[in-house]
């Protein structure tokens, strides 16, 4: 009999940043949210590289299939930009299918601080959470506003549901 090789999970010190930006990508202004994000994950702990910057629409659901494809995967990819209501706003159609379960009360939250906060515009948000082959992905606004807002709401959270998804305890 053949043993088979572990099956390994993400890296529970790793994640990824994806930028929806089509302006960004093109070179027509720098992508700061994603760097807020990143710079963000770093001292939560993360090992993080650069963001990903790629045009608004499926490149970003591409981006994140690559980042799902590495061996090991992170254990979180958080993407920024392309949750709005613009025609090009497609994140959140190109996250859904790669997800295995939803996790809608992040999201949910997310909205909630910023309508907390004042901003009225952000119940606009249609960003998503949820577990694709065991990472968390979760779609954040594009504005740094909105960005740093939903960084506090995931920091309160963000350890215990990685742990939870890698087989922990509630």
Not at 108 to 134: D, F, H, N, W
């Amino acid at each position: 009999m053949s043993q088979q090789e572990p099956a390994v999970g993400p890296d529970p010190r790793r994640a990824v940043v994806v930028t929806a930006s089509t302006r960004a990508a093109r070179g027509v202004y720098t992508d700061r949210s994603g760097q807020i994000v990143a710079d963000r994950l770093r001292d939560w702990g993360f090992d993080v590289a650069d963001p990903v910057v790629v045009p608004d629409g499926e490149p970003t659901g591409e981006a994140i299939r690559r980042a799902l494809d590495e061996a090991p995967p992170p254990a979180l990819i958080l993407t920024t930009g392309g949750t709005g209501l613009r025609a090009d706003d497609r994140t959140p159609e190109v996250t859904l299918p790669l997800l295995d379960v939803e996790v809608p009360g992040v999201a949910e939250a997310i909205r909630a601080a910023g309508l907390a906060k004042g901003v009225p515009t952000a119940m606009l948000s249609r960003g998503l959470c949820g577990v694709a082959r065991g990472t968390l992905v979760v779609n954040l606004p594009g504005s740094t506003g909105g960005v740093k807002d939903a960084l506090e709401v995931l920091e309160q959270v963000v350890h215990h549901a990685l742990d939870q998804i890698a087989g922990g305890d509630h």
